[in-house]
């Protein structure tokens, strides 16, 4: 680490499900420092299996605080030892897996503005959580709070409309609304509410972080047209519950300068800004540059899209986010859970296997399938809600099979043809190509 000693630099700092990971970038966006710390492997201690524990009840699903913690301790520890200079870094910001939150007690805000530079976080972090282990986005235990909130305000169309999404389990707002109604006693002794990116801030910031607007945009809570929580909402989840989570901020905010604690323990300068984190889906949007009339496609285990809109309109399906880049503007987002596992499956069942052989039938066979269609969904899909594979002729008739060739074709096309359409339906505008190339410029990350 020795040559880059006199880098000026930035930190990125990402709070995922699986591992807390740092990267140092310098002036030129070089990115000469990069380290992690996967819980399954190297916390083995809190016992978690992909960084999450499942419940007896397969639908509720939590994350230890305190493993995210000492993650972070960890981390820094080992870049102190490899002789990182701390003394460079100008600013430091972050994402976190959007929609798990975290419970800070009665007495934390103290804990965080006295810590201790000779102790490790977690060490003086033991007693400032009400609850121990946070729900997560994996969580799908809150149906009925979900539809309790749906029904205050009006129907889940009237909500998205308030709020970017109809009700889902894992937004915050049902998650507390949950912890309220079942552990109203833990409600109470909770003086502040964090999402993971802001909680991840506060740790930096050595106080309580607002939450941005962009994270702050999943949590069924957040007015998205005027940037406010939503008091219909609020008073649906839980009382008291605009205290507890704080002023929002737009997520360029510089929200303070680094604690005390980490000058004196690592070095940092006592200037160094911390931006407000954001969750990672609109850290994704930021991270890919995106501008207006970009599409970013991820094709993962779920295919997600990443859309830049200016005249959102919001829908049953898919979501719609304050835009962490322009705050102007919006942010959509659309996930299929039938991506790349069903992809993979098609290509055993019919390409022996092969990406070439698949590639080879995408070759032979023309744009348009000669009007032959077909929607794969062998696990319940998220956008729409639906089961099965179906398969149409040019002739509109349902088909129980294509020939091998076909069918490739027909699982990429189906699949790209639902994007648009469910991108159309955010309010997202496809135009007409151009000679030379296309009005829309689309950004493919495949995993």
Same mark, same amino acid.
């Given at each position: 680490?020795?040559?880059?000693?006199?880098?000026?630099?930035?930190?990125?700092?990402?709070?995922?499900?699986?591992?807390?990971?740092?990267?140092?970038?310098?002036?030129?966006?070089?990115?000469?420092?990069?380290?992690?710390?996967?819980?399954?492997?190297?916390?083995?201690?809190?016992?978690?299996?992909?960084?999450?524990?499942?419940?007896?009840?397969?639908?509720?699903?939590?994350?230890?605080?305190?493993?995210?913690?000492?993650?972070?301790?960890?981390?820094?520890?080992?870049?102190?030892?490899?002789?990182?200079?701390?003394?460079?870094?100008?600013?430091?910001?972050?994402?976190?897996?959007?929609?798990? $939150?975290?419970?800070?007690?009665?007495? +934390? #805000?103290?804990? =965080?503005? *006295?810590? &201790? /530079?000779?102790?490790?976080?977690?060490?003086?972090?033991?007693?400032?959580?009400?609850?121990?282990?946070?729900?997560?986005?994996?969580?799908?235990?809150?149906?009925?709070?979900?539809?309790?909130?749906?029904?205050?305000?009006?129907?889940?169309?009237?909500?998205?409309?308030?709020?970017?999404?109809?009700?889902?389990?894992?937004?915050?707002?049902?998650?507390?609304?949950?912890?309220?109604?079942?552990?109203?006693?833990?409600?109470?002794?909770?003086?502040?509410? $964090?999402?993971?990116?802001?909680?991840? +801030? #506060?740790?930096? =910031?050595? *106080?309580? &972080? /607002?939450?941005?607007?962009?994270?702050?945009?999943?949590?069924?809570?957040?007015?998205?047209?005027?940037?406010?929580?939503?008091?219909?909402?609020?008073?649906?989840?839980?009382?008291?519950?605009?205290?507890?989570?704080?002023?929002?901020?737009?997520?360029?905010?510089?929200?303070?300068?680094?604690?005390?604690?980490?000058?004196?323990?690592?070095?940092?300068?006592?200037?160094?800004?911390?931006?407000?984190?954001?969750?990672?889906?609109?850290?994704?949007?930021?991270?890919?540059?995106?501008?207006?009339?970009?599409?970013?496609?991820?094709?993962?285990? &779920?295919?997600?899209?990443?859309?830049?809109?200016?005249?959102?309109?919001?829908?049953?399906?898919?979501?719609?986010?304050?835009?962490?880049?322009?705050?102007?503007?919006?942010?959509?987002?659309?996930?299929?859970?039938?991506?790349?596992?069903?992809?993979?499956?098609?290509?055993?069942?019919?390409?022996?296997?092969?990406?070439?052989?698949?590639?080879?039938?995408?070759?032979?066979?023309?744009?348009?399938?000669?009007?032959?269609?077909?929607?794969?969904?062998?696990?319940?899909?998220?956008?729409?809600?639906?089961?099965?594979?179906?398969?149409?002729?040019?002739?509109?008739?349902?088909?129980?099979?294509?020939?091998?060739?076909?069918?490739?074709?027909?699982?990429?096309?189906?699949?790209?043809?639902?994007?648009?359409?469910?991108?159309?339906?955010?309010?997202?505008?496809?135009?007409?190509?151009?000679?030379?190339?296309?009005?829309?410029?689309?950004?493919?990350?495949?995993?």
């Amino acid at each position: 680490m020795a040559e880059h000693a006199a880098r000026r630099c930035c930190l990125g700092w990402d709070f995922s499900t699986q591992q807390v990971k740092v990267v140092a970038v310098d002036a030129e966006l070089n990115v000469f420092y990069e380290d992690s710390v996967l819980f399954d492997r190297d916390l083995l201690e809190f016992g978690t299996q992909g960084g999450v524990h499942v419940h007896e009840d397969g639908l509720t699903v939590t994350s230890p605080v305190l493993m995210w913690v000492q993650a972070l301790d960890i981390i820094l520890e080992k870049m102190k030892a490899s002789g990182f200079d701390f003394s460079q870094v100008l600013a430091l910001s972050g994402a976190g897996q959007q929609h798990g $939150s975290v419970y800070w007690k009665a007495g +934390a #805000s103290q804990v =965080l503005t *006295s810590l &201790s /530079p000779d102790l490790l976080l977690h060490e003086q972090l033991q007693a400032c959580f009400s609850i121990r282990d946070c729900p997560v986005w994996m969580d799908s235990s809150t149906t009925a709070q979900c539809r309790q909130l749906e029904a205050t305000v009006g129907g889940a169309q009237a909500l998205s409309c308030l709020t970017g999404s109809r009700a889902y389990e894992r937004f915050t707002g049902n998650q507390i609304a949950k912890l309220y109604q079942q552990n109203p006693e833990a409600y109470s002794h909770t003086e502040r509410i $964090s999402l993971v990116s802001s909680f991840a +801030a #506060s740790l930096f =910031l050595g *106080s309580h &972080s /607002p939450i941005d607007y962009s994270d702050g945009s999943g949590m069924n809570l957040l007015r998205i047209q005027d940037k406010v929580w939503s008091q219909a909402c609020l008073g649906a989840c839980a009382p008291h519950l605009e205290e507890k989570l704080g002023l929002p901020v737009p997520s360029c905010s510089v929200v303070g300068a680094i604690s005390s604690y980490f000058v004196q323990r690592y070095g940092f300068p006592p200037g160094c800004k911390v931006v407000a984190f954001t969750g990672d889906n609109p850290a994704s949007l930021a991270g890919m540059r995106l501008e207006e009339g970009d599409i970013a496609v991820s094709l993962g285990t &779920s295919d997600t899209l990443f859309l830049w809109l200016q005249e959102p309109t919001p829908t049953l399906e898919g979501h719609i986010f304050c835009n962490p880049v322009d705050p102007q503007h919006y942010m959509g987002l659309l996930c299929f859970k039938n991506g790349s596992l069903m992809r993979e499956k098609i290509r055993d069942e019919l390409a022996s296997s092969s990406w070439s052989e698949f590639s080879k039938a995408l070759q032979s066979t023309e744009m348009g399938n000669s009007g032959n269609l077909g929607f794969y969904f062998d696990v319940m899909e998220i956008t729409p809600e639906i089961i099965g594979r179906h398969r149409f002729s040019a002739e509109n008739h349902e088909v129980s099979a294509f020939p091998w060739d076909v069918e490739i074709r027909a699982l990429i096309e189906g699949q790209f043809m639902a994007k648009k359409i469910h991108a159309e339906g955010l309010g997202y505008r496809v135009t007409a190509s151009l000679p030379g190339g296309c009005e829309t410029e689309m950004w493919t990350c495949v995993h």
